[in-house]
């Protein structure tokens, strides 16, 4: 079980999310990280069900991370922080 779950955009995010990872994981914390801990499968499903069981949703915001939230209802960083909101 997580506790963190790690949204980014991988356009300008990436490396900073894995920086995060890396520190938060170093210190202890179970973090969920896309790159480093999915598993194959249903992406957007497994993705859900970890969001749901994480104490913890940390957003990376980067420039103009958040410009496809807006134009794109289907956007998978919208749809992770609506489901976030959600539980």
């Known amino acids: 079980m997580y506790q963190i779950f790690i949204s980014y955009r991988r356009e300008?995010?990436?490396?900073l999310g894995k920086m995060i990872y890396d520190r938060l994981?170093?210190?202890g914390y179970r973090v969920f990280y896309d790159v480093?801990?999915?598993?194959s499968g249903h992406f957007n499903t497994q993705l859900y069900h970890v969001i749901e069981e994480c104490q913890d949703f940390l957003l990376l915001?980067?420039?103009?991370?958040?410009?496809r939230?807006?134009?794109?209802?289907?956007?998978?960083v919208r749809s992770e922080i609506r489901h976030a909101l959600k539980c």
Do not use: I, V, Y
Not at 36 to 39: A, I, K, S, V, Y
């Open 12 to 15: 300008g995010g990436e490396f």
């Open 25 to 27: 994981s170093q210190k």
């Open 36 to 39: 480093e801990t999915l598993t």
């Open 61 to 67: 915001l980067t420039p103009g991370s958040m410009d």
């Open 69 to 76: 939230c807006c134009r794109d209802s289907d956007d998978w």
